[in-house]
């Protein structure tokens, strides 16, 4: 590690300032956000800097003036002063056991924030001592700033545990109440999450925040963009980048491997933090976000409901269905959204509608992964031996080699969650297993000619498949040929392996190819 960086996935501001070499200035976008609003709501996936950004907001409002020397907002108008602040992390804690632990989570919260302004809370309920608390503080302090972090957090640890989620719900919904009674006492609330908040009932009974989550403005307050990549960490780039040549390989592989993360329609992109300062603390390329766990609600959601996942790339979504999170209906795609394994490509005026995939080969890599140890039965170190295999053959062009290994994994591959018997629910397994593998492969590539059924990328060999269902593989070939599918990558001085591959429905498994 060529600098101190805050790799644990460290969320802290005053931390990140006083013991930590960068902090990457979200300044501007938090000045603008609470000069002009009185109540935000954001929603991003886990482990994208949410907190970061709550605690940030809590040093502001608590005054601490000097932590900001250096920084976009000390040039900004601000009156500094200091405000009471209530900050509450709701995933401090695991509910399902019941509403007794959300009580016991929310009254410590209230009960130390009590103490810490010399207030003695009364006897009721967490509504009760909310309300206490929020109007004392005013009278004592003046207006309070109010903090909910993953409001979400024991809705969705109980997702599969439908009685205890309701109880939970109606004793959130009693509390949140309390920022529409008591809104005459409060200077400002930030409250952040997964789930999208305008179609979360939950929050019925009080004054709507302003929503930002698919708001281009502030696409980037939470995430690295490319520009914010270059400035802040350029002495780890330029270290770096002598292992692969020039610098230009270097990023071109960190954007494809981190970037691709995108919250409204034609926004910028960003990477993952906790991806890139891990990355940046080695220097290796390794799924880091997936190490920090596949959130246990969608786990849950697909063990319970199954999934058709060979319909998930290039799936297109109304805006109203981002935010679909009701007790009786919610589904996988959006689920997987707010989640961070499928981010925004692209928007169609036409139709109106947001079009997601899997933001880059980290992402990728690591569903794959999760889906694997749902229905392959491989043994870890014999997919390290078929990793080598595969490695060797991209790195060479060896069409043959490379394929007589997929076909050998494809043996073990149990297709427990594909529902439909087609040419796509063998492209899905196919992609999956170099994905799962940390090869970058696209499956379902458009261009301008028509769509290619997969694309794979290693350095400098890019290898175009065209993939039949137990047709004459000379027809897949030749339907390269004709659509010239390779043509987008001619200029790149890229070398190019056309691949027509045939699969059998009977026999489950590639049986013939032939490559040109």
Not at 9 to 37: M, P
Not at 408 to 426: A, G, H, N, P
Request: charged share 25%; with cysteine; hydrophobic share 40%.
């Amino acid at each position: 590690m060529l600098r101190k960086l805050p790799l644990s996935g460290v969320q802290d501001f005053t931390k990140i300032r006083t013991e930590y070499a960068v902090y990457i200035d979200k300044t501007a976008y938090i000045h603008n956000l609470i000069s002009n609003y009185n109540s935000v709501f954001l929603s991003r996936p886990r482990r994208f800097g949410k907190s970061l950004t709550c605690s940030t907001i809590k040093a502001i409002f608590e005054n601490k003036k000097d932590l900001f020397k250096g920084l976009a907002i000390e040039a900004l108008p601000w009156e500094w002063k200091e405000y009471p602040v209530i900050h509450l992390d709701m995933s401090a804690e695991n509910c399902v056991p019941g509403k007794d632990r959300l009580i016991e989570l929310v009254n410590r919260y209230l009960k130390s924030h009590a103490e810490n302004y010399g207030i003695t809370l009364p006897d009721g309920n967490l509504s009760t001592k909310f309300e206490y608390l929020i109007q004392m503080l005013f009278k004592t302090k003046g207006k309070v700033v109010i903090i909910i972090d993953e409001y979400d957090c024991p809705l969705l640890d109980t997702i599969d545990y439908p009685e205890v989620k309701k109880e939970i719900k109606e004793e959130l919904r009693g509390f949140y109440k309390v920022l529409k009674a008591c809104d005459q006492y409060i200077q400002f609330v930030f409250i952040t999450g997964i789930t999208k908040f305008s179609q979360v009932s939950l929050f019925s009974g009080m004054n709507q925040p302003k929503d930002i989550s698919l708001s281009a403005e502030y696409s980037a307050l939470c995430g690295i963009t490319q520009e914010e990549l270059e400035n802040y960490f350029d002495l780890e780039i330029n270290e770096y980048s002598k292992n692969f040549g020039e610098k230009k390989i270097y990023l071109d592989k960190l954007k494809n491997f981190y970037n691709g993360y995108r919250f409204a329609r034609n926004a910028i992109s960003v990477y993952n933090p906790v991806s890139i300062l891990n990355h940046f603390g080695d220097g290796d390329f390794r799924v880091y976000w997936a190490e920090t766990g596949t959130p246990s609600f969608l786990a849950n959601y697909i063990d319970k409901n199954g999934a058709d996942l060979a319909d998930i790339e290039n799936m297109e979504l109304p805006i109203e269905a981002f935010g679909k999170y009701n007790d009786d209906e919610i589904t996988l795609v959006p689920l997987m959204y707010q989640a961070g394994y499928l981010t925004i490509k692209d928007y169609s005026e036409l139709s109106l509608k947001y079009k997601l995939n899997y933001p880059n080969v980290e992402v990728r890599s690591s569903f794959a992964n999760f889906l694997s140890n749902q229905y392959t039965g491989l043994a870890v170190l014999k997919k390290e031996s078929y990793m080598n295999k595969l490695f060797n053959s991209l790195l060479n062009g060896d069409v043959d080699a490379f394929m007589e290994t997929i076909k050998i994994y494809m043996q073990s591959v149990k297709f427990d969650l594909i529902t439909k018997i087609t040419e796509y629910y063998f492209e899905f397994a196919f992609a999956n297993i170099l994905n799962m593998m940390g090869f970058n492969c696209e499956i379902e590539v458009h261009s301008a000619v028509g769509s290619v059924d997969a694309i794979i990328k290693f350095q400098k060999n890019v290898f175009v498949i065209e993939a039949k269902l137990d047709k004459p593989v000379e027809e897949a070939l030749r339907q390269i040929e004709e659509k010239k599918y390779y043509v987008p990558y001619l200029e790149k001085g890229c070398n190019i392996f056309k691949i027509g591959v045939v699969f059998g429905e009977k026999e489950r498994n590639v049986v013939k190819w032939l490559a040109a």
